[in-house]
């Protein structure tokens, strides 16, 4: 089974008029047969009237289903609930994925983008719905110059050839690919790629894939029959996806992110553990989950000026306030304990030149802490700049009083906190400074969710980066990574940061544009430029939530690299009107 997807305005009709030839194609394409069975599915996939009431989403389509009878082409889409997808349904226009993916959904269940052909006027979106794997035609509109095809009707032998046509059996090919090694793919052959920093997916119909394997040259492929879309991403935090579900078979690996084999419905019912501690979607085509993006200094050359006073991040410091914070044997949100922890950093920050304050933040039944500490910059137009770390831990499988030295998770980026409020103790600051030790992490984001609920929006404006800082002691890789996740509107952040990496230390740099699970993404949420600096493949560690997560795993080095990046954007983020972006 094929599936044809027209666009409506300006491809089929133009003013509440049908254009020349679409009745007669239409009513060609429903006539053509596989046997005795129709070899193609006519489908409609229209951005229409938007609205953020969901109720009013039925007069919408009832608005649409009356132009469709009005033109005398809805028996063609029948039934409509099926063969028709509107943007307003799904909530994004084209050519989101999400579109098509609904609209193939709802139409074929379970068919590949590789088996449906898209038909539009509109030149961008036959490029983009080829990136995503779908065939498409670009069809010459009212006005238009050109177009792949001149009219309507031309469209009918096309559809024949496609509909005749055997695509072959499903592959994905898992190469080791240098990056940009995907802009030689070309775009009209149902192929769709993936790439996870130095490993690229590229899937589609076995000869084509075939061949672009041949033509980069890379030999070190391995490959899977498994349909493009059953392959999903998994975003999991230590290793609990496949604690959790070790009977999914894992296609690629990557710590944090995994490619795994997953019927659509039962991955959808995945997605959202009770534990917060991994998501599944469908594997996002033609884009980067993570890039590799730089491999620190050149081996040999020296570090540029540094930014910051280096003598005050000071790694005996460091050590001493893990182990403080592993020390209260647990730090679970609701805990005296966490308290007691609260108590000792409010000391720490205070003793930096911070003035502090608690914030109380509802967990269950009971409660946690933020705390808060700022120090005033000497600017006068002055923007705000935050700086946290969660400081609550947990013993998923012990219950609250359970041992939970949570040494990577995450007295690491406690201690990073503490750390970096005294490297910058004695630094002139032109902007505010705050830093923020989140509770209640750990049961769903809860301090950092409560603390931006909080935010007026005169202060949230203010706001000019935020920094989070979460695992960032616990080594996976055998080259010291950090991966920055943000999300397009921390873009200058994360990329602001790789130069001080790379400047600054020996770390290599990943990142991300896939925001997971830890406190930068209440604030992505709400627009709010974050990045989560976290070791390069914290995945890899299954010590994490259990009572196993202990200083003596953690790499000191990684921890202080990490926070030397932080340390010298923050000097510039805190005393300069802009800071460099180097892409
Ligand atoms: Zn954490």
Redesign the pocket.
């Known amino acids: 089974m094929k599936l044809v997807l027209f666009d409506l305005g300006q491809t089929l009709e133009d003013g509440d008029v049908l254009l020349p030839g679409a009745l007669e194609t239409l009513e060609a394409i429903d006539a053509l047969r596989d046997g005795d069975r129709p070899a193609a599915r006519l489908g409609l996939v229209s951005d229409f009237d938007m609205t953020n009431d969901p109720s009013q989403v039925p007069v919408i389509q009832q608005r649409y289903y009356a132009l469709l009878d009005d033109l005398g082409i809805r028996r063609f889409f029948e039934p409509v609930a099926e063969r028709v997808t509107l943007s307003t349904e799904v909530g994004v226009f084209k050519p989101d994925e999400a579109v098509f993916r609904a609209a193939v959904t709802r139409a074929v269940p379970g068919l590949e983008f590789r088996d449906v052909l898209f038909v539009t006027e509109n030149r961008s979106h036959v490029l983009a719905a080829r990136r995503l794997g779908l065939r498409a035609v670009h069809l010459r509109g009212p006005g238009q110059p050109d177009g792949e095809v001149d009219g309507l009707t031309d469209l009918i032998p096309l559809v024949r050839a496609f509909t005749e046509q055997d695509t072959g059996p499903a592959q994905t090919a898992v190469l080791t690919a240098p990056p940009g090694a995907e802009d030689a793919i070309p775009a009209d052959v149902g192929i769709t790629w993936t790439r996870l920093g130095d490993v690229l997916l590229v899937s589609g119909p076995s000869d084509p894939v075939q061949e672009v394997v041949a033509g980069t040259g890379l030999t070190t492929a391995t490959s899977t029959s498994v349909p493009r879309g059953r392959l999903h991403l998994v975003t999991q935090i230590g290793r609990c996806f496949q604690q959790e579900h070790p009977d999914v078979p894992v296609v690629v690996d990557k710590g944090r992110y995994l490619v795994v084999d997953l019927d659509p419905e039962q991955a959808a019912a995945l997605d959202g553990s009770p534990t917060g501690c991994f998501g599944v979607r469908p594997l996002p085509a033609s884009e980067a989950v993570f890039e590799q993006r730089t491999v620190g200094r050149p081996a040999g050359a020296a570090p540029a000026r540094l930014r910051t006073r280096e003598h005050a991040l000071s790694r005996a410091a460091f050590e001493a306030d893990l182990a403080t914070l592993v020390g209260f044997g647990t730090r679970h949100s609701t805990r005296p304990e966490f308290l007691a922890a609260v108590e000792w950093a409010r000391g720490e920050l205070t003793a930096s030149g911070c003035a502090t304050q608690l914030q109380t933040v509802p967990v269950g039944a009971g409660t946690s802490r933020n705390l808060i500490a700022d120090r005033v910059g000497h600017g006068s137009d002055r923007q705000l700049v935050l700086v946290g770390a969660?400081l609550d831990s947990v013993n998923l499988a012990g219950g609250p009083a359970a041992a939970a030295p949570g040494a990577d998770?995450?007295a690491s980026g406690a201690a990073g906190v503490l750390a970096i409020g005294r490297a910058l103790a004695e630094e002139a600051i032109a902007h505010d400074l705050r830093l923020i030790l989140f509770g209640g992490?750990e049961q769903g984001l809860l301090g950092s969710l409560h603390y931006v609920a909080g935010l007026d929006p005169t202060e949230r404006s203010r706001i000019r980066a935020v920094i989070n800082m979460?695992?960032i002691a616990g080594r996976n890789t055998d080259t010291p990574t950090v991966l920055l996740e943000g999300a397009a509107v921390s873009q200058d952040v994360i990329d602001a940061l790789a130069a001080a990496a790379q400047e600054q230390t020996d770390v290599a740099v990943q990142t991300s544009l896939n925001p997971f699970n830890?406190d930068h993404v209440p604030f992505l949420d709400q627009g709010i430029p974050a990045v989560l600096t976290i070791e390069g493949a914290d995945g890899a560690n299954d010590r994490v939530h259990t009572d196993r997560d202990r200083i003596e795993f953690l790499d000191h080095v990684l921890a202080l690299e990490i926070l030397r990046m932080n340390v010298s954007f923050l000097v510039q983020a805190l005393s300069e009107d802009q800071w460099v972006t180097v892409r």
């Open positions: 969660h998770d995450n992490e979460d695992m830890s």
